[in-house]
């Protein structure tokens, strides 16, 4: 059976799973499928081994990027950290069956990339520099057994200090009578993706890694709307290397808008109606080739994780004792009624819409009911009310907003609204035959 492990420690942290998780994690499918698409991607480049030296520019084409697709809260985060931990363990070989290229492959990893760090002085470029020589400081302090020798590091940490001259070279702003060195650094400047290429290969030599890969991770790059588009382009232009593999989790359909924000502004106000539909094409050729079909993760849909197995790795802490191989779709109804008496029922053929529908709203729902003393003792004879006026507060403010249509929201507060008893049948029936027959529509399902 699949299991779902939660730490409620860990508040929103990502959980990052390992090789003993493998076959139960929810993400089993996930998992199977990016190490196919990292074999694949390796194959590709020991077919290119025996290119002619004229040619092997051609290895630019050979894309190298994995995108984990999905909501906010659907797990592509923690996804993609439990693979890159479980591909830079020593014994990986164990998850990656007939894949040889996967098997035979030394990976490394450097600190994840974060959009909450772009700004106008921070950018990929920039911060994958710092968090490469972090890990190089990093590794200094480790026993020398496990690193390279030490003429290693002094051309590593040279090439550190040749690197970073460059970028600054790169993203100055000084442009005019500035002499015929700027002029020259600036041309230096333009092999700035050989150099990283070239720096890459000798921190995996240092970490004894030599012709091993590094996975690189580009976390939610589509939520810094400023600077998405900026980020995008430098890791097609710097960062398709062969020792690189870039692991990008965002949502495919919000990058999408804005790369045709990014494509409107250029077009300018003034553009012709028929352009939009240039736009649009040009955005999705953009996407089509940066993040390939054939490389994208799709995370689970709900339908596939409510069955599984919950786990809370720290109940106890929190006086709650959960029953072995309970579901998830059977623990908060359970959770609801023991804290506040309150009933809601799944069907044979509905999870009822209670339970959220990603991973990272149960978790936090879970939390607060698991923080709550329980209702009643045996006796009922103490009672904590209190526990229903806190639910009542997420079901009509946390619940209504994530699950339901904006213009359903205000039936809600209509009902919510009734002061008298008396009147909330007529409000219930003006409500329900306001929808002319049709359902409540809900957000989660859309």
Known sequence: MKKIVFDLNGDN???????????????????????????????????????????????????????????????????????????????????????????????ETVQMIEPAFFDKEHNILTLFIARLYRAFKDKEEQPVNHLSDSNCAIELNQKFVDVQRKLRCMFSTKRDDDGLEYLVNMAAAVDIKEDIGKLVGLYLKYVNKEDGVLLLMVDDIDLNDDYAWEMTEQLRKYFIQPNVIVMISLKIRQMFGILQRGFKEKYGKDRKPEEDNEIAERGERYLAKL??????????????FMDAELEVTNAEEWGYSMVDGIKVEQVIPELIFIKTRYLFYNTRKQVSYIVPRNLRDIRQLLKLLIQMPNYANENETVRHSYNKKQFLQYLLNDWRDINLKEEHRSYIDRIVSVKQFGELNYVMVSVLFSFSGDKLSYRAES
């Open 13 to 107: 942290r990502p959980f990052i799973e390992g090789l003993n998780d493998y076959k139960s994690s929810i993400f089993k499918e996930q998992y199977e499928q990016c190490i196919s698409m990292v074999d694949s991607y390796l194959k590709g480049l020991s077919n290119m081994a025996d290119t002619p030296a004229a040619l092997v520019g051609s290895l630019e084409s050979t894309n190298n990027i994995i995108t984990f697709d999905g909501e906010r809260g659907s797990g592509k985060t923690s996804c993609m950290m439990s693979i890159v931990n479980m591909l830079t363990n020593d014994n990986h070989k164990r998850i990656c069956g007939n894949y040889s290229f996967a098997a035979n492959t030394k990976f």
């Open 291 to 304: 993040l390939p079909a054939h490389q994208r993760i799709y995370m689970p849909e709900p339908a596939s």
